[in-house]
């Protein structure tokens, strides 16, 4: 690594030959390999931009120009020429983030993680330049992936207002997001040709004939019309430049040289500017080349050498879902498929290869995939939408004014649900029950092992006048946690104390000390949580909901029976299903102190799950404690052993 040891800021990126930034490039490529192999991450779409972030930052002045990312996994060779070398523990806590940083760089200037918003911001901070009089750039980073997303359309349409606003838009084409890339935009972009030299021609053309008397006008138009025909005759008109705005491309994105000229150019021009790159993710790294799903977007621990993973998680919550997902496919024709760029992470591929005329990508365009659910249910489908749980945020006016408001059954599977952890703050899933609580009508299941998986997918499908959403964590999925019993649609997973009848209390005698109630995969911690207890002397139920949203009629009376309730969720605290628990008790007038144990309504660094939960004190030892002094003031003792503040 002679050079890349070298590389302190982009600066030092200037004295280099054409020949060195060649090997500057390769060991790049290297690093990337190397490092990402030991601690998993995004390798294939950085290995498709190392030329081009070399380019960027030899052309543009970072920070005091501005360049900007979406959706942020393409940063590493970023990091790499910004002076963050030590990728030993990327996504790790106290290592650098998988994503662009504001904590760890002045080079990154947003934390953007979600697709298709990266536009928005280049024209809010264009328009700041203007106003401001700067003579600061600004380059947006975008992939063609998402361009498929509405947002950007919607800043592209803001942008071409403005024909003397500089901004470079960089469009890194790789004909992916994570799989290949779809659609009508993605067919018109492998089309695209430059037409500078039209623009050159009609310019000196309009100078002249402008000086014309009389006909130079008219003439000037009647050139400007044959000329975008023949364009039209010679190769499909670029849709950029119907909107306004300047097109260069495509170039060679792994052409240095020819992305230097073509960016300096932008750079010149005064206004708003599309530069199409083309560029192959997984670029130099066979195995990624071959894997043709994709190419490596995102991985594990890996052999360097061969691509293959180090170790097996185990049976997870997403394959657990698609195999699901391909046995109801089975059984009913109505059930079709939707997802938003992401087949294979949300584990719909197996579907799309059981019944491929029944799935559909929409792109990176959640909300056009919510309403087009509607559709599909208002034809007569059942429509199961399969997204990230934090992605599903985007969607949520869909979700209420089209699919809710509509009564259309349709089904939302929400992957990563809770605290994921190692992608950070944008990533967790847990805002979904927060946000969808206020929705009419709509259900939500929390299973917490995969057999409750299975189970209340079929129960969601079966709906057919209102939106259900089942949701699920990220990750392995432990073993079956079986009920002992049933009150009204909940779960009894452990009855108080071993001495006591199979009922839910105390049968007419002393009420039991708490009820708590376990949400989702957090089951076998709750169990935890009531063996802690039961060691303090603390009697103690235990029970799935199984359904959230709405609070089970049955609860209010089993929560009479008990001194305490605690609820237990990988949500944020914030209107989550603790506070809509409290409110179905007030409701029903059984006045029992309520606890509510969840994430607090902060943004959460990237770290392990576990180091996350420790940090938020969602662990059995914190509740236990929490709940074991709670009790004691009921009791009119207050040990300090036992007592620990609420940690919000």
């Known amino acids: 690594m002679a050079l890349l040891t070298r590389i302190t800021g982009p600066r030092d990126l200037d004295r280099l030959s054409p020949e060195q930034l060649d090997q500057l490039a390769a060991e790049i490529r290297i690093f990337l390999v190397d490092?990402?192999?030991?601690?998993?991450?995004?390798?294939?779409?950085?290995?498709?931009?190392?030329?081009?972030?070399?380019?960027?930052?030899?052309?543009?002045?970072?920070?005091?120009?501005?360049?900007?990312?979406?959706?942020?996994?393409?940063?590493?060779?970023?990091?790499?020429?910004?002076?963050?070398?030590?990728?030993?523990?990327?996504?790790?806590?106290?290592?650098?983030?998988?994503?662009?940083?504001?904590?760890?760089?002045e080079h990154d200037i947003i934390e953007n993680s979600h697709a298709s918003t990266v536009l928005g911001w280049a024209d809010g901070l264009a328009k700041a330049n203007e106003v401001l009089k700067k003579d600061d750039h600004v380059v947006a980073v975008i992939g063609d992936g998402a361009l498929t997303g509405g947002m950007a359309w919607e800043a592209l349409n803001n942008i071409a207002a403005a024909k003397d606003r500089p901004l470079v838009i960089v469009v890194n084409d790789n004909e992916r997001s994570y799989a290949p890339t779809i659609g009508g935009l993605a067919n018109h972009l492998a089309t695209l040709r430059t037409t500078d030299g039209y623009e050159r021609f009609l310019a000196r053309g309009k100078d002249i004939l402008e000086r014309t008397p009389v006909v130079g006008k008219p003439l000037y138009e009647t050139l400007h019309g044959a000329k975008k025909g023949?364009?039209?005759?010679?190769?499909?008109?670029?849709?950029?430049?119907?909107?306004?705005?300047?097109?260069?491309?495509?170039?060679?994105?792994?052409?240095?040289?020819?992305?230097?000229?073509?960016?300096?150019?932008?750079?010149?021009?005064?206004?708003?500017?599309?530069?199409?790159?083309?560029?192959?993710?997984?670029?130099?790294?066979?195995?990624?080349?071959?894997?043709?799903?994709?190419?490596?977007?995102?991985?594990?621990?890996?052999h360097p050498d061969t691509g293959l993973p180090i170790a097996s998680s185990g049976l997870d919550w997403t394959s657990v879902f698609g195999e699901e997902m391909v046995e109801l496919g089975k059984?009913?024709?109505?059930?079709?498929?939707?997802?938003?760029?992401?087949?294979?992470?949300?584990?719909?591929?197996?579907?799309?290869?059981?019944?491929?005329?029944?799935?559909?990508?929409?792109?990176?365009?959640?909300?056009?995939?919510?309403?087009?659910?509607?559709?599909?249910?208002?034809?007569?489908?059942?429509?199961?939408?399969?997204?990230?749980?934090?992605?599903?945020n985007r969607a949520f006016d869909q979700v209420l004014m089209d699919v809710a408001l509509h009564k259309c059954g349709v089904t939302f599977v929400l992957d990563r649900a809770g605290v994921t952890g190692t992608d950070g703050a944008s990533h967790n899933g847990m805002w979904d029950m927060s946000i969808l609580q206020c929705v009419p009508g709509l259900r939500i299941a929390a299973p917490r092992d995969a057999d409750q998986v299975r189970a209340q997918l079929r129960e969601a499908v079966e709906v057919d006048d209102a939106p259900t959403v089942v949701r699920f964590s990220k990750g392995a999925v432990g073993p079956a946690v079986k009920a002992l019993g049933r009150v009204g649609g909940m779960d009894i997973l452990r009855y108080a104390g071993t001495d006591l009848p199979r009922s839910p209390a105390g049968m007419g005698g002393a009420p039991v000390d708490v009820l708590l109630v376990s949400v989702g995969a957090l089951?076998?911690?709750?169990?935890?949580?009531?063996?802690?207890?039961?060691?303090?002397?603390?009697?103690?139920?235990?029970?799935?909901?199984?359904?959230?949203?709405p609070v089970d009629e049955a609860l209010a009376p089993l929560a009479e029976q008990h001194r305490v309730v605690v609820t237990v969720e990988d949500n944020s605290r914030a209107g989550g299903v603790g506070s809509a628990v409290a409110q179905a008790l007030r409701d029903a007038g059984v006045d029992v102190p309520l606890r509510d144990f969840g994430i607090p309504p902060r943004f959460l660094d990237?770290?392990?799950?576990?180091?996350?939960?420790?940090?938020?004190?969602?662990?059995?030892?914190?509740?236990?404690?929490?709940?074991?002094?709670?009790?004691?003031?009921?009791?009119?003792r207050y040990d300090s052993e036992a007592v620990e503040p609420a940690r919000d």
């Open 230 to 302: 023949l364009k039209d005759f010679i190769a499909p008109q670029g849709m950029f430049e119907d909107l306004g705005l300047k097109y260069v491309g495509p170039i060679d994105g792994h052409d240095i040289e020819a992305l230097e000229s073509a960016l300096a150019r932008a750079k010149r021009f005064g206004g708003p500017v599309i530069v199409h790159c083309l560029t192959e993710k997984g670029r130099g790294y066979q195995p990624a080349l071959q894997d043709e799903a994709d190419r490596f977007h995102a991985v594990g621990k890996i």
């Open 331 to 392: 059984e009913r024709e109505d059930i079709v498929a939707i997802t938003a760029a992401m087949l294979q992470p949300v584990g719909l591929d197996r579907f799309a290869k059981a019944f491929p005329d029944r799935v559909y990508d929409v792109g990176i365009a959640e909300q056009h995939g919510a309403v087009s659910a509607a559709g599909l249910a208002t034809g007569g489908l059942h429509p199961v939408f399969a997204v990230y749980a934090t992605f599903l």
């Open 35 to 105: 490092a990402v192999s030991k601690t998993g991450g995004h390798l294939g779409p950085n290995l498709g931009v190392v030329e081009l972030t070399i380019a960027l930052h030899r052309v543009f002045d970072s920070p005091k120009d501005k360049v900007l990312w979406d959706t942020g996994h393409q940063s590493y060779v970023h990091k790499l020429l910004t002076g963050r070398q030590d990728f030993s523990r990327l996504k790790m806590k106290g290592g650098l983030s998988g994503y662009p940083a504001r904590a760890e760089s």
């Open 523 to 549: 089951a076998p911690m709750c169990l935890e949580i009531a063996d802690l207890l039961d060691a303090q002397g603390i009697t103690t139920t235990v029970v799935d909901p199984r359904w959230v949203k």
């Open 606 to 636: 990237h770290a392990s799950r576990k180091e996350v939960m420790a940090e938020i004190g969602l662990t059995a030892p914190d509740i236990a404690r929490q709940v074991t002094g709670l009790v004691s003031r009921l009791d009119g």
